[in-house]
Structures are given as structure tokens and as C-alpha cells.
């Protein structure tokens, strides 16, 4: 039976599989085929390649043993000829067992999705059954609370609360009605029988709150008898009156209860007043030795069952008194009261010296302060737990220690520097308040009875309070900036002393100089500040130690101001009445620790613009109008001295003043608006009229310094001018039989003047700087090339004489370029070589030269009519050739 050729696309083989495994074939002998199942293929082992390699080795074992039997040759020819039909029978059974699997898969996926349709929407119609329950329970529950609520539609409050409320009122009426039986029955007991013995009773029995209720219902018996008897309602004594005794610990014998001195009284023997009145006083005594017994044990629980029982007497006032004067601190420090304060007269004598630093806080100030912060720390913890109101509790102590202890000290501490000095009241007064402050922030920052907690708003308000109370009668008005005027007028006219009487002096030996014609009120100012400092030194309300510091910075000794206080005239130096950088800082560190001093104190007070400007003017005053315009003032009285030279060199070491004059000036201006006028930005029209007064203060002083450098120019031109009318004419114009030689070149004249500017250059350069300096060297250089350009006018020069020109000539411009003139200036220097070199050069060069003048390649500013004067002083000038030069001019 021939095999059936097989189909690539395996068509053939899958509409025939049946038909192939019915039919006979000649493989009888082929292994039974496998039987697969859907557990076959849903293993996590199963792979498709070692699936179909299994159906392969299957058929091909079964081949291989079916021709196991037949000879060689049989074999030979069947290895050479490949047969398909086992695999192919192999993969149709494969492939028909694989559709039958996949037929009854898909049957089951059918199922299956079906049963979970039907459970999706089962679960779905559970779901809308539980919500409409929900809905049904909450429905309920606004019902029941509506219920709960009143259906009336009331806003006020639940059924509940009105029960509740309604049992409260209830019982507030009872409570009263008991109350009122009560005091009835003790009104019936003290009126009928002047007795009290009920009310005693729970006194003695009932506890902290049984006395409560006890001062409550007498107090209450004292209205009725003030009802019922208005005549002695003038003679009421007030409650909580009777705190003498109790509060300075001198308690009466309570030994006896209050009723048994009242028992056995019959009616009308005591009025009912008095009795109730007398178990008030008997009452609150009680308190207050109980109070004091458990405070000296530290009960604080007894403590404050006291302090709530005594608050209905005078608001508390008895116990919070007895509290605060038996309490060790005061006990104390009264004793203490009249300690002296540190003996150290070293710290005395540097709180008073302006040139030193403070040396802080004053000791015994200090170690109180020190003590009342540990106290008032630890008592706050005592207080806290003893009093239930107690923030009033603490007021009141803090009251105490700052009104009396603390200022008791601080007073102490002031007088004593204000008997010092006046530096040292003010220093005293600064790090006292410092001190102080900072032991308020302390206690701020502690919390006292809120501690850990910073300190409650009322605590901290009662410190703030308390610390501007200690310091109010020092900032009252204008005093304390008085007090800082003073001090740093005292200091200023002290360290100014000598200079003030050397220019007073000078006034007096140049009566026709510049100081005669000074204002009438700075004339009086210095002729009188000799006399009136010796008198304040003298005086004897001006304390030791300041007196002595005072004599240092003026430079005088005790025997010198013992000398002076006899004699008229007291010995001064030139150096006494110069500018000192020194003295100005040190009058620039007074005031600025004076200016420091009162901001720290002020704290930002709108009164800082006001007291900034009674400082500047201060300032103005002192440096600026006695120091710096006294010297510029002498500066320029010796100015005009020598402005117009006759027979000697003008004296120009004034010019040497200028530099620390205008040092002063800057440090002054410097201070003025680094310091002053910020702190007045806050008001504005002060603001506006200390930089006006400061404005025309410095404009004035610049004034100053111009006329002194003017008058300066004028007489160095005065001078020159005398030097060059010394010239010889024969200078230029030598006999022909004269050698010159190279050094001789330079005429006597020239090497004068030379010198005399040099040294003036020198002093300007040492003495300004800047645009001043620039100024007034280009001012005095125009001024001398003017006088030097008429100079070579006067002189006729001959051809030898025109070296000794050309000489000078150079000198006078290699001295003015050395000036560092601006560059605007070197034409000026150009034109004088070009009136050189026209003595110099003969007739024919001398015409070419002048060609160029005049034209667009000419010197600025400069026509060849300006040099014909120059040329008609040559000794050639009758020439033909010069002539001819002359006539082209």
C-alpha cells in the first residue's frame, strides 16, 4: 500500500486524521498513544518544545523497533528511505486530543462566566439593600435627636442641659434656704442672747472652707444690723480693718475662742454690731496665725486654704501684707539700710575720669540686685503654690523690693557719685539702669510663677512699671539732658582752658588785629572764661574729685591752680594755643558716650531729636566757634599781618595751622552726620534746622580757610613782586668781558624766589590737600606767570644776556610743573620757553618763529602782537633784520 504524500500546510492531514487511525496499516507493532488532559498542559513545568519532542522520540522508538527483525539489506534500504506516516499519525492523534481539550475548556469558561455574572448582580442588589437600611438607621437616629432636642425649635441648649441646669438652680435654692435658716438662727442667737457660740463652731470645726462660710454669714449679720439700726451706721467700723496686730506679727492670745467672750452676755448687755464685729477681728486674726504658722512649716496646702478664707477680708490685703513684711528679705535688708557703699576709691576715681572707661555697676548695688533675682525666683514657687490669686500676690512683692529696697540702694548709690562728679552721677545712672534692666529681662524670662513659662502680660507689665518708676525723677522735663550739658560743658571748657586764655592774650597784645573787630559775644566769652573757670574751680559746691580732674585736663597742678587763684596771669605756651587732633577726639569720645548714654537711657523717647539738638549745638559752640574759628581767626590775623611785606620775608608758618583746622572741620562734619542727624530724622523740622545751623557753620569756616589761603596768595605775589623789582638790569645784560660760567647762569633773583616758593609749596603740600591744594596752587601759579610775562618786560636783554633768561626762565617753569598743576595750565609754561627762545635766536629764525603765532599751529591765546614787546627788548632791536620782524608784528 503506497503512503500518502504529505501536505506541507498539514490540510491533508487534518481532514483525513480520522480515516488514518481506522484504516490498517503495516505498523501493528507502534506503542499505544498517549492520553493528555488539561492537567497536562496547566503545569507550571510544561513547555511546547519538550512537548513535541516527546511525540517525535515516540514515533521514531516505535520505527526502529518494528524493523528490528528483518535482515541487513531490509535494513540498509529502510535507513536510506525516510517514512512519515508514524510521526504524522503521532501529531493527528496529538492535534485531535488537543481540540477535544480545547472544546471542553471553552464549555467550562462559558460556565464559569456565567455563574459570575450571577453573582456580580447578586451582590449588587445586597449592596442597594444594605444602603437603603443605612439610610433607614440614619433617618432614625435625626429623628431621635430632634427628639432629644425639643421639636419647638428652641436654640438654647439640649433637654439634658436644661435638666441639669434646672437641678443646679434647684440646688443653689436649697443651698440658700440653709444659708438663710442659718443666719437666723445665729442673728436670733446674738440679738436675744448676745452669743455667737453656733457660728464659732463651725469656725473651729468645719476647715479653711468652714471659715469661709463663717466670714460670709457674719458679714451678712452686719448688713442686718446696719438695716435694722441705721443710727450706727456711722459708726460702722469698715472690714477688714483690724490688720495692725496681724500683719506685724503681734497676734493676741486665741486661746480662747471668740464665743467665750461672748457667751453669758445677756440681751442688751453688747450690741449685736459689736459682737459680730469683734468675731470678724477675733476671725481674721485666727486666719493670720494660722496663715503664719503654716508658712514658717511651709505647709502650702494650709497656705492657701488660709489665703481663700482671708480674700473676703479687704480683697486679701492683711494676708498678702502679712506675707510681704515678715518675709526675711525685708527683715534683712532693713537692718542693712544704712551699709555703706564700696570704700574702693580707686573705682570712684575712674567713674569720674572722662578718659577712662566705667567700671561698671556700682558692688553693693550690684550684690543686691543679684540677691533679689535669687529671691524673688524662689519665692515665686512659694507663692504659686500658696496663693490662689497669685499674680496680685507677686505684684505686691515686687512692689516692695523695688519701691523700697532697690531704691533705697539706687538713691544711695547716686548721691554718692553726684557728690563725686557729674560724669560719675551720669555713668552711675547708665549702668544702674542697665543693670536693673537686665535683672527685669531675668525675670521676664523665668516666668516667676509661670516658670517654666515665660512671665504672664500683668507680671510683665508690673516689672516694666516698676523699673520706669525707679528712674522717672531723674528724665522728669529737661534734666537729664541738662545734667549731660553741663558735664560736657565742664569737661570741653576745661580741656579748651589754656587755649581760651592764650587767644584771649593775643587780643590783648594785637588790639588793631582781626580779634578787635570778633563779635561782641565771643570777645566777652574768652576775655572772661580765664575768671570764670578759676572761680568754678575755686567754688566750693564743685566736688573734690571733679575739681581735681578738671585741673588734669587743663594741664594745671594744684599748686599751679593754688598759684593762679592768687595771681592774674597763668603761664601759656604757643603750643597751648594751637589746634590738637588729640583734644578733638577726646571732646568727639565725650560726647559721643554722652550721646550713647542717653539713647540707652531715653529708649528711643520721642524727646531724642530735641536733646540731639541742644548736643549739636553744644558742639558747634565749644569746638567749633571757641576752638576751631578762634584758630582760624588767629590763622587769619597772622595772614593779614604779613600780606603786605616790606623789608622781611612774610612769615607763612600760619599756613601749617590750616591742616589741623580743616582736620577738625571734617572730623566735626564726620560726627554731625554719621551720629547727630540720623537720630533727629524722626522730626523733621529739627532735622531740617540742625542741617541748616551746620550748613552755615561749616560755609563760615570755609569762608575762613579761603580768606587765609587768599591772603596767603596775596602776600607770597607781594613778596615776589619785591623780589623781582631787586633785579639787576645788568643781569641781562652783561659786559662782553664777563665769563659766565653754567652755575652762574641763574641770577641771584631768580634762586630767591625760587626758594621762597619751594618753601611755600612745601607748607601748602603738607598743610592741604585735595581740590584745596589744586586750587590754590593753579590760582598762585596764574598769578605768578602774570607777574613773570610783565617781569621780562622791563628788562633789555643782549645776546648773552638772553642765556641768562633763558635760565631763569626754565627754573621758574621746572618749579611750576612740580606743583602737579592740571593739564589746562601747561600752554601757560609753553608760551614762557617761546618768550625765552625769542631772545635767544637771531633776526631770520626769529621770523620764522613768529610765523606760526597767530595761525592754526599757534600757541592758545597768545597773537604775535603780544611778543613785540618782548622783541623791542632786544639788544638788537634797532637792527635791520629785527626790524624788519618788528614791522611784520
Known sequence: MAARPFSPDGGSVLSHKSASFSRPNTFQASPRPQVYTLDTFSSKDFIVKDFIESLSDTAVGARRSALSGTNAAAQQVASKAFDPKPLIRTFEHALSRLKTLSEDLETRENELSGSVRKAEGQHNANIKSREKELERAIDSFHRLERTLDGDSGEADGSAAMRIGERLEELDRQRQRAQDAKFILQCWIEVSERGDLSTLDDVRRTAGGDGKVRCAHIARQLLKICQRLDPATNGKAHTNGAHLGNGVNGDHEDDTDSPSSSLRGRKQGDQPPREIIEKFLEMLEKDLLKSFDEFYRRQNFDGMRECAVALRDFSDGSSVISLFVNQHQFFID?????????????????????????????????????????????????????????????????????????????????????????????????????????????????????????????????????????????????????????????????????????????????????????????????????????????????????????????????????????????????????????????????????????????????????????????????????????????????????????????????????????????????????????????????????????????????????????????????????????????????????????????????????????????????????????????????????????????????????????????????????SWELPGSFDPSLEVMTEIANLFVIGPEALRDRLRGFGGAGGLQGVEKGDLRPYVLKREDAGSVGVLAVLNAL
Open 333 to 817: 535688708r532693713a537692718q542693712l539700710v544704712t551699709e555703706d557703699l564700696a570704700t574702693d576709691t580707686n573705682g570712684w576715681d575712674r567713674i569720674a575720669d572722662p578718659d577712662t572707661e566705667p567700671p561698671g555697676v556700682e558692688p553693693s548695688l550690684q550684690s543686691l540686685i543679684d540677691e533679689v533675682k535669687v529671691v524673688v525666683q524662689e519665692e515665686s514657687f512659694i507663692i504659686k503654690r500658696a496663693f490662689p490669686y497669685h499674680e496680685e500676690v507677686l505684684a505686691r512683692f515686687l512692689q516692695r523690693i523695688f519701691q523700697q529696697s532697690i531704691q533705697q540702694k539706687l538713691e544711695m548709690v547716686l548721691d554718692k557719685a553726684d557728690s563725686v562728679s557729674s560724669l560719675a552721677f551720669l555713668r552711675s545712672l547708665q549702668s544702674s539702669r542697665s543693670y536693673i534692666a537686665a535683672l527685669v529681662e531675668d525675670l521676664k524670662a523665668h516666668g516667676l510663677t509661670e516658670h517654666p513659662e515665660p512671665a504672664s502680660s500683668v507680671t510683665a507689665a508690673v516689672l516694666d512699671q516698676q523699673l520706669d518708676e525707679l528712674f522717672v525723677p531723674y528724665f522728669t522735663g529737661s534734666s537729664y539732658i541738662e545734667r549731660e550739658k553741663r558735664n560736657l560743658s565742664e569737661l570741653f571748657e576745661g580741656l579748651l582752658f589754656k587755649f581760651t586764655i592764650y587767644h584771649s592774650r593775643r587780643r590783648k597784645m594785637q588790639p588793631s588785629s582781626y580779634l578787635g573787630q570778633l563779635a561782641a559775644r565771643g570777645n566777652e566769652y574768652i576775655s572772661n572764661a580765664r575768671e570764670t573757670y578759676i572761680k568754678r574751680l575755686d567754688s566750693a559746691n564743685l566736688p573734690p574729685r571733679q575739681r581735681a580732674i578738671l585741673l588734669r585736663i587743663s594741664g594745671l597742678h594744684d599748686k599751679e591752680s593754688a598759684g593762679a587763684a592768687g595771681q592774674k596771669e597763668i603761664d601759656v605756651t604757643d603750643e597751648d594755643g594751637q589746634l590738637s587732633l588729640p583734644f578733638t577726639k577726646r571732646m568727639l569720645k565725650w560726647l559721643a558716650e554722652g550721646v550713647g548714654r542717653g539713647l540707652e537711657l531715653a529708649g528711643g523717647s520721642n524727646e531724642t531729636p530735641k536733646e540731639v539738638r541742644e548736643l549739636l549745638h553744644l558742639l558747634i559752640a565749644n569746638m567749633g566757634e571757641i576752638y576751631l574759628e578762634t584758630a582760624l581767626d588767629a590763622a587769619n590775623d597772622a595772614a593779614a599781618a604779613v600780606e603786605n611785606p616790606k623789608s622781611t620775608e612774610p612769615d607763612l608758618g600760619y599756613v601749617a595751622d590750616l591742616r589741623p583746622a580743616i582736620s577738625v572741620l571734617h572730623l566735626m562734619l564726620t560726627t554731625i552726620q554719621m551720629l547727630l542727624l540720623p537720630l533727629a530724622a524722626s522730626n523733621l523740622t529739627i532735622c531740617r534746622d540742625l542741617e541748616k545751623h551746620t550748613n552755615s557753620f561749616v560755609e563760615r569756616m570755609e569762608t575762613k580757610v579761603d580768606n587765609v589761603l587768599q591772603r596767603t596768595i596775596d602776600s607770597t605775589l607781594a613778596w615776589s613782586a619785591r623780589l623781582l623789582s631787586a633785579q639787576r638790569k645788568t643781569d641781562f645784560r652783561p659786559r662782553d668781558d664777563t665769563t659766565l660760567q653754567l652755575d652762574q647762569l641763574q641770577t641771584q633773583t631768580c634762586q630767591a624766589l625760587s626758594t621762597f616758593l619751594s618753601r611755600l609749596h612745601s607748607r601748602t603740600a603738607s598743610a592741604l590737600s585735595g581740590r584745596v591744594l589744586s586750587s590754590f596752587n593753579l590760582e598762585l601759579a596764574i598769578a605768578l606767570r602774570a607777574l613773570l610775562l610783565q617781569h621780562f618786560k622791563s628788562f633789555t636783554v643782549s645776546l648773552t644776556g638772553a642765556l641768562v633768561v633763558s635760565k631763569d626762565i626754565t627754573k621758574y617753569i621746572e618749579l611750576l610743573r
